[in-house]
């Protein structure tokens, strides 16, 4: 696949969209930026919803490769979930297949697997093929992203990185994050090899830097030419020093979910 030069990124005006923003053009690509909420400094983004399917495709047309970031990107009701990240991936993957767009990288997540106990010191690195245990309705529909991407590669032709992002932020905030942190700027590495990596097919992939603590196997990532270059470990000795270690007995340290497999349910379902 040539290297894609116009990409879609949608999620435009959100943490990790804002983050791309900014990283993403130096690898030479042109981004067309789509939201349901302006995005700031960018009067030509597309303001629109997943849900407006006419706005969706005119988004798509012309683009060569798709960053899905958009949705609901933590717990909430089914019916918002339902919405915005079912229907409005579903709507994303239409829009690319009625285009002819090739090529989508999906925002999915560590909450896929949530209810996976994390591993302990010594144990082996989650692999790749472990069973999805979501931890919410959010994980859920990661869950379901995934499935879409594999559908529409299977039935469509449409190739899609998933990309189970651990924590994307400036910097590591809680001890957990020392095993799940991906810099941005590996992000942006990332990004860039799923959307130039050749016969990705559906490949899925862990998305963290190279963490002393990490807690998956990142060769399916690395195998797209993906080379983390960050290590939260730099981190590691202000983290521990204010929140202590992670406490095996503590529910909210046991699982790669963290607190979104305790966090109480949102009503109504
Ligand atoms: P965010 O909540 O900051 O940004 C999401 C963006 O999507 C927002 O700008 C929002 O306006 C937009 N959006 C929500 N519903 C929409 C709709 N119906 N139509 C159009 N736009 C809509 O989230 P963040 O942190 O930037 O995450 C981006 C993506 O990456 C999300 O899909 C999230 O689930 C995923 N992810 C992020 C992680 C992280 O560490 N930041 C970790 C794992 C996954
Ligand atoms: C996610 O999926 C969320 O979108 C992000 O806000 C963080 O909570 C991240 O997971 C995490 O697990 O730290």
Not at 206 to 234: F, I, K, M, V
Request: negative net charge.
């Amino acid at each position: 696949m040539p290297a894609p030069r116009t990409v879609l990124l949608t999620g435009a005006a959100g943490g990790l969209g804002t983050l791309m923003r900014g990283l993403l053009p130096a690898y030479g690509y042109e981004l067309r930026l789509f939201d349901v909420a302006p995005v700031e400094g960018a009067p030509d983004a597309v303001t629109a919803d997943l849900c407006d399917k006419d706005a969706l495709r005119e988004a798509v047309r012309g683009v060569d490769a798709i960053i899905h970031l958009a949705g609901i990107s933590l717990e909430s009701s089914f019916d918002k979930i339902l919405r915005a990240n079912i229907e409005g991936t579903y709507n994303l993957y239409e829009a690319a297949r009625q285009e002819g767009v090739r090529r989508v990288v999906f925002a999915s997540s560590n909450h896929a697997i949530g209810y996976t106990p994390r591993p302990m010191p010594g144990d082996p690195l989650i692999p790749i093929g472990t069973a999805r245990r979501p931890d919410t309705f959010y994980g859920l529909s990661k869950s379901f992203g995934e499935d879409l991407a594999q559908f529409y590669w299977d039935k469509h032709g449409v190739e899609t990185v998933s990309v189970r992002i651990g924590s994307c932020f400036a910097e590591p905030t809680s001890v957990r994050m020392l095993s799940v942190w991906m810099s941005p700027g590996d992000g942006a590495r990332l990004f860039h090899a799923a959307l130039t990596a050749q016969d990705v097919r559906h490949t899925v992939v862990y998305g963290s830097s190279a963490n002393t603590r990490l807690w998956w196997d990142l060769t399916t990532a690395r195998a797209l030419g993906y080379e983390p270059r960050d290590d939260s470990e730099q981190y590691a000795d202000k983290l521990v020093a204010e929140h202590g270690e992670l406490d095996p007995e503590n529910p909210d340290h046991a699982h790669i979910g963290g607190h979104f497999v305790t966090d109480p349910p949102i009503w109504p379902y």
